[in-house]
């Protein structure tokens, strides 16, 4: 069965940290690369960072650059967001993507609506930031 499952979400303070975690299963991550979109309460869907399945680099929204970190564990099928710095502005649902034509990162995370160029998606997981 083709899957992506996020998890590691949950209640943070201002200021922690919460690592997310992205596995798949079904097709493997030596292909196709995965990228993060998170979705706040009454916001459009935006694009956090991106690693390539072709030869692993990594990008990130401009915005999410210094906080966050994108790397991936292709022996455990797995792609994982360190969080840091949290802050209230960052709650949201967290979800990783891949898109089996194919897609790059810079597009999907630089374009506006680039998640639409997305077409798999995990169920996604909370991440409340509050004291």
């Known amino acids: 069965q083709v899957q992506l499952v996020e998890s590691g979400g949950g209640l943070v303070q201002p200021g922690g940290s919460l690592r997310l975690s992205c596995e798949a299963s079904g097709f493997s991550l030596d292909y196709y690369g995965i990228a993060w979109f998170r979705q706040g309460p009454g916001k459009e869907r935006e694009g956090v960072a991106c690693?390539?399945?072709?030869?692993?680099?990594?990008y990130y929204a401009d915005s999410m650059k210094g906080r966050f970190t994108i790397a991936g564990d292709k022996g455990k099928n797995t792609v994982y967001l360190q969080m840091n710095n949290l802050k209230p502005e960052d709650t949201a649902v967290y979800y990783c993507?891949?898109?089996?034509?194919?897609?790059?990162?810079?597009?999907?995370?630089?374009?506006?609506?680039?998640?639409?160029?997305?077409?798999?998606w995990g169920q996604g997981t909370l991440v409340t930031v509050s004291s």
């Open positions: 993507a891949t898109d089996f034509e194919g897609f790059g990162c810079t597009v999907v995370l630089g374009a506006a609506l680039g998640y639409r160029y997305l077409g798999f």
């Open positions: 690693i390539s399945g072709r030869d692993g680099s990594t």
